[in-house]
């Protein structure tokens, strides 16, 4: 394994960015669902989690597929 001189690995296409977009959902998410808590809508604030979580479920499901596409060409040679 090549090592470059900052110790990172090259040709290695690690993507931190969806990660930090998850978190971030998460965040504001969390506080979006406190305001309308504290404002005495939690039906609301309930329906902003659920559908947070759902793109968050996409976003992953989205990532998985890119996943399974890479391991596939990796062993069956495409």
Request: no cysteine.
């Given at each position: 394994?090549?090592?470059d001189?900052?110790?990172?690995v ?10 930090f977009?998850?978190?971030?959902i998460g ?5 979006i669902?406190?305001v309308?808590?504290q404002?005495?809508?939690e039906?609301?604030?309930h329906w902003?989690t659920?559908i947070g979580?759902v ?10 597929d ?13």
């Amino acid at each position: 394994m090549n090592v470059d001189v900052l110790g990172e690995v090259p040709d290695m296409n690690v993507d931190v960015n969806a990660i930090f977009q998850i978190a971030g959902i998460g965040i504001i998410i969390a506080m979006i669902h406190t305001v309308l808590k504290q404002m005495g809508k939690e039906d609301m604030a309930h329906w902003v989690t659920v559908i947070g979580f759902v793109v968050v479920l996409f976003m992953v499901v989205s990532l998985l597929d890119d996943l399974f596409k890479e391991i596939k060409t990796i062993f069956l040679f495409q």
